[in-house]
């Protein structure tokens, strides 16, 4: 079984929730969003956890989308 977080710069509470978990052992892999919020220092830590990479791409009307919805959780999880 392969375990992964998804979205890690989606938020700085997304990213300490994903870091504390893969510096825990508790991933294998980690999607970083190409836009997304993160510092040198999160980047690093993540890079030291020892678990794989992979991009998230965002499409402009998905980006598009989330911004329109981006304070409504619910809405979001029904449009996806």
């Known amino acids: 079984m392969i375990i992964s977080a998804d979205d890690f710069g989606k938020s700085k509470l997304a990213n300490k929730n994903i870091l504390k978990l893969a510096e825990a052992g ?7 969003m190409i836009e997304g919020d993160f510092d040198e220092k999160e980047v690093e830590q993540l890079c030291s956890a020892n678990v794989r990479l992979d991009i998230h791409f965002e499409l402009i009307w998905q980006k598009r989308r989330r911004n329109l919805l981006k304070d409504n959780t619910l809405r979001q999880g029904i449009v996806f």
């Open 26 to 32: 508790k991933l294998d892999r980690v999607s970083v």
